[in-house]
């Protein structure tokens, strides 16, 4: 990466960007199943951004295996809190912006918000809300009311558990086991599920001044074109703004439109792609 070998810069003119990785992911581009921040950060930089306003960390390991196992634990939080934290009193700037990835979606929702922690590795508590710190949350592909695969048996899972996982509920109304099944058979007023998701989305607290969503509806990890009892799971309750489109590939490329959008006011934020509109090279 040509950005690794230059000198470092250290004025902060734009908004300092945090970028949180999901589920088996890393920080910077490691292996064809790790890839990581690296290619928009070279997207940032080309925008006239310097190092010194964008900052990324690891959290877990690369290990697909050990995917099923992650949990939004205190250990995770605490340290992607801290390092958010760090990141504002390195660069003294008022506020910084998230862009969040799969699990690093709740992950960082959760860290702005603060409140107390039920994990796997005992309680914590993240403090108060980060929410005047923070000017953009862009959330990509997050399961925001669980996952569908976590129903039923998949609770075995302790990514999927029922506490701090992505438990999505196992009925809503006289619909069982049917989470991903559009349209549901019977009427649903909302199920009961993960109680850290839970938590979040009835917290009207919100998590930036602009909050933005976006997914496609050919996830191979979420499924059911992002349904979860008949809603989106990657839509933030307290968005701001929302973008679906219907394509894998081609999205990565449009991702850089969204951000274009939302971080760098080029267009209003404010839009919501239906399906079809914005597949191909465009």
């Known amino acids: 990466l040509k950005w690794l ?12 960007v945090v970028f949180i990785h999901g589920n088996s992911d890393a920080a910077l581009h490691l292996s064809k199943t790790a ?3 690296s290619n928009t950060i070279e997207y940032f930089l080309d ?3 310097t190092q ?11 290990n697909t295996l050990n995917a099923a196992k992650r949990t939004h634990n205190c250990r995770d939080l605490l340290r992607l809190r801290r390092f958010v934290l760090a990141v504002l009193a390195y660069t003294g700037a008022p506020k910084v912006s998230l862009i969040t990835h799969s699990m690093g979606v709740t992950l960082g929702r959760k860290l702005i918000k603060g409140g107390t922690v039920d994990g796997p590795d005992g309680s914590c508590n993240l403090g108060t809300p980060l929410t005047s710190k923070v000017d953009v949350f862009l959330g990509l592909a997050g399961g925001n009311f669980g996952l569908c695969a976590c129903e039923g048996t998949g609770t075995l899972e302790p990514t999927c558990n029922k506490k701090n996982g992505f438990w999505p509920g196992d009925s ?5 086991l049917t989470c991903g099944l559009s349209p549901l058979p019977f009427p649903c ?8 998701l839970m938590s979040m989305n009835t917290d009207n607290v919100r998590e930036a001044s602009i909050v933005f969503s976006a997914w496609s509806l050919a996830d191979d990890l979420i499924l059911y074109a992002d349904e979860v009892w008949g809603r989106p799971t990657s839509l933030i309750p307290t968005s701001s703004g929302k973008v679906s489109f219907n394509c894998w590939m081609e999205a ?10 939302v971080v760098f006011n080029i267009q209003p934020w404010s839009c919501h792609y239906q399906r079809g509109s914005i597949c191909g090279n465009h």
């Open 5 to 16: 070998d230059s000198a470092i810069q250290f004025e902060v003119s734009h908004t300092p």
């Open 35 to 37: 890839t990581g921040w």
């Open 47 to 49: 925008k006239g951004y």
């Open 52 to 62: 010194a306003e964008l900052y990324a960390t690891s959290w877990g390991d690369t």
């Open 172 to 176: 809503c109304g006289l619909n069982t």
């Open 189 to 196: 007023n909302g199920p009961t599920y993960s109680s850290l």
């Open 252 to 261: 990565n490329i449009y991702l850089l439109k969204v951000l274009d959008k």
